[in-house]
Each structure stands twice: as structure tokens, then as C-alpha cells.
């Protein structure tokens, strides 16, 4: 095992507190959020089960998640700064969106010994007031650094979709939005699913100006065991999801100004089953799964442009962070030591200006 002997950049958490909060679950938990069994099988009867199944336990998103249980989590290792990466802040309309923004840059970071390093918020390019609500979140907070606007969406329909749009980023209306986050000096946090990277690559090329971020690898659905209605069911299947990943991730990786994320990577829309078990993955099973994905990730994308983001809370329903960190660092280690100061802290700092 791997000894970090460096602070951790976290490119990718989440911070949210539902009690407090415009939030998709703020009147479940302030009704039932006493009663954690009630409250699960209210989450469970008025949510559609294609996002009960994507997140796995409906605790993960109904419990506040803040600095102090972030700081838990990661145990014993260092981490000296964090980026927070948007989480469908439920004031989504319009202004609505910097709210989030504001909030986080409210959270005491600094009573747990870790720096905000950076603020992902979320805005949509289609809005006739994008730029605005740009300068409305860079006026809110001196972290804010970019937006992420989620654009996953599958081909199966049991498998939840985060926009009603199956190609948002080759939406002509989208892309003459984006045109203002390379104006401004932002990034672009990107999250599809695998079978949506070639919408992305499209995008990239269009703005080579604009640095962007894959988040999650591209999240190949299915690949580790059966979702949704059709997808991963057969070993057959789950090859063909990782050869066409593997393969439209080199080609977006052929853009220099697209990084990727080592994040995500075990939330259940993959295919684990460990929440299903109740129980946590183990270091080698970590390995196992995390490996083939990372060693290709960085064989197209180099060391320079992979940074590792622990996707906390939304993967502690499979992994624990210590674990994660574990794993995920004899990965990179394996592939290549001199890649692990620049994974998971050196590649975030650069690409968020931290």
C-alpha cells in the first residue's frame, strides 16, 4: 500500500444540509428526519426507482453532509484542500442556481483544518441570462471557478437521466451559452455516461479555448453488473460497454484541453452491488474494479491531465474514503509512481487555479 506523504487536493465532493437548504428531500427530513426508517420509505414511494437505484441508499442524500463529516471520512489522511462540485441545488431556475454558491462559501472549512480550495456551481448556457448569473456566482464567492451542468442521460430508460436533453452538449442553443465561460476565464465540469463521450468530444473541439473536466471517467453504466432494464445483464455486454468506453475516451482524451476526473467510480448506476449486500468494498476489491479503468484513463489522458476526486458523499454507499484513497493510489502507483503527487494534488491545483 501506497504512503501518501503529501496533502490531498479532493477535486470533487459534495456539500449539501437538506434541513437548511433548498434541497430535493428538505420536507421528507424535516417531517420524518427523526424517523430514519419512515423517512427512507417515504424517499423510497415518492422518488422514481430508476434514482433509488442510481444513488443505492436513500440515507446518502438525505443526511447533512458538511466540513466535520467530511473531514470523518477521510481518516487519517491529509487533505488540504477541496472542490465543491455542484449537487442539484433544488433552486435551480434562472438566479436560484447561485444560492449554492453562497452556502458553501458560508461553510467553516477552516475549523477542520482544510481549505475551500474551489467552487463548481451549476448555470445553464441555454439561459438568456447565463452571463449574468456567471457574474452573480463570481460575485458571491472569490472560490468560484467554473460550472458543471450535467448532461447524463442513457439509452435505457430505467436508468436515471440528470437533463431531459439525450445531447445537451451538441444543443445548438447550448453551445452559442458556452461561448461565454472561455470569455470569462471559467471551466466546464462535464458528466455524461459513457455512451454520451462523443457529445463531449464534439463540444471540446468546437471550444479548444475552454478548459474542461470529464468528472467520473465517463461513467460507464453497467459495466460492473446489471442496471436498469437491459444494461450490463451479460458478461458479453459488460465487455462491449468497457471497449467502446476504452475507446471513446482516447478520442476525447485527443483534445489537450479536456482533463479527466478519477472519481465516481463506484456509484451503483456502474453495476456494484455492495449496498445490496450492506456491506462496504474491501481495499482489494477497490483495486480490483478501479485499476482497469484508472491504468486506461491514464494511458490516454497522461499524468498531467488525471486528478483524483473522491465523489464523497455520493460513493461512501460502496466505499469507504480511506479505502478509496488507499486503493486508488496503489493504482496510480502501479501504473506509474511518478503520476501519484500529480493525481491527487498537483493536476487540481493547476486546472482550478487553486
Given at each position: 500500500m501506497q504512503t501518501l506523504d503529501f496533502a490531498i487536493v479532493d477535486s470533487h465532493i459534495h456539500q449539501w444540509d437538506p434541513y437548511n437548504t433548498p434541497h430535493a428531500a428538505s420536507l421528507a427530513v424535516k417531517l420524518l428526519g427523526k424517523h430514519p426508517y419512515?423517512?427512507?420509505?417515504?424517499?423510497?414511494?415518492v422518488k422514481p426507482q430508476e434514482l433509488i437505484d442510481t444513488v443505492g441508499l436513500t440515507k446518502h442524500v438525505t443526511t447533512p453532509y458538511l466540513p466535520e463529516n467530511y473531514k470523518q471520512d477521510a481518516g487519517h489522511y491529509l487533505v488540504?484542500?477541496?472542490?465543491?462540485?455542484?449537487?442539484s441545488w433544488h433552486d435551480n431556475k434562472g438566479k436560484g442556481v447561485v444560492g449554492e454558491t453562497k452556502f458553501?462559501?458560508?461553510?467553516?472549512?477552516?475549523?477542520?483544518?482544510i481549505k475551500l480550495g474551489a467552487i463548481v456551481g451549476t448555470?445553464?448556457?441555454?439561459?438568456?441570462?447565463?452571463?449574468?448569473?456567471?457574474?452573480?456566482?463570481?460575485?458571491?464567492?472569490?472560490?468560484?471557478?467554473?460550472?458543471?451542468?450535467?448532461?447524463?442521460?442513457?439509452?435505457?430508460?430505467?436508468?436515471?437521466?440528470?437533463?431531459?436533453?439525450?445531447?445537451?452538449?451538441?444543443?445548438?442553443?447550448?453551445?452559442?451559452?458556452?461561448?461565454?465561460?472561455?470569455?470569462?476565464?471559467?471551466?466546464?465540469?462535464?458528466?455524461?455516461?459513457?455512451d454520451q463521450i462523443r457529445?463531449?468530444?464534439?463540444?471540446?473541439?468546437?471550444?479548444?479555448?475552454?478548459?474542461?473536466?470529464?468528472?467520473?471517467?465517463?461513467?460507464?453504466?453497467?459495466?460492473?453488473?446489471?442496471?436498469?432494464?437491459?444494461?450490463?445483464?451479460?458478461?458479453?455486454?459488460?465487455d462491449n460497454i468497457l471497449f467502446r468506453w476504452k475507446d471513446d475516451l482516447a478520442e476525447l482524451a485527443s483534445c489537450p484541453n479536456v482533463y479527466t476526473k478519477m472519481s465516481g467510480l463506484f456509484m451503483p448506476v456502474l453495476g456494484h452491488q455492495f449496498h445490496k449486500e450492506q456491506r462496504l468494498a474491501s481495499k482489494q476489491e477497490i483495486f480490483d474494479c478501479a485499476f482497469p479503468l484508472i491504468s486506461h484513463a491514464?494511458?490516454?489522458?497522461?499524468?498531467?491531465?488525471?486528478?483524483?476526486?473522491?465523489?464523497?458523499?455520493?460513493?461512501?454507499v460502496s466505499a469507504s474514503l480511506v479505502n478509496i484513497i488507499d486503493a486508488f493510489s496503489d493504482a496510480v502507483a502501479s501504473y506509474d509512481p511518478d503520476a501519484l503527487t500529480l493525481v491527487f494534488q498537483q493536476n487540481a491545483r493547476q486546472f482550478y487555479r487553486l
Open positions: 419512515l423517512l427512507d420509505k417515504m424517499m423510497r414511494l488540504d484542500q477541496i472542490v465543491h462540485v455542484e449537487a458553501i462559501e458560508s461553510l467553516d472549512f477552516n475549523a477542520q483544518k448555470a445553464d448556457p441555454c439561459d438568456s441570462s447565463f452571463k449574468k448569473i456567471l457574474k452573480m456566482h463570481k460575485q458571491a464567492s472569490p472560490h468560484f471557478r467554473g460550472i458543471r451542468k450535467m448532461a447524463a442521460v442513457h439509452e435505457d430508460p430505467k436508468v436515471h437521466a440528470w437533463t431531459n436533453e439525450p445531447h445537451l452538449y451538441t444543443n445548438k442553443k447550448f453551445m452559442k451559452g458556452f461561448e461565454a465561460l472561455a470569455q470569462m476565464n471559467l471551466s466546464f465540469d462535464a458528466w455524461v455516461y459513457s457529445d463531449l468530444t464534439a463540444l471540446a473541439r468546437a471550444f479548444p479555448e475552454t478548459s474542461i473536466v470529464l468528472d467520473h471517467f465517463g461513467t460507464p453504466v453497467g459495466a460492473f453488473g446489471a442496471v436498469g432494464s437491459h444494461t450490463g445483464l451479460t458478461q458479453t455486454s459488460r491514464l494511458q490516454c489522458f497522461g499524468k498531467y491531465r488525471v486528478m483524483f476526486g473522491s465523489n464523497f458523499p455520493m460513493d461512501s
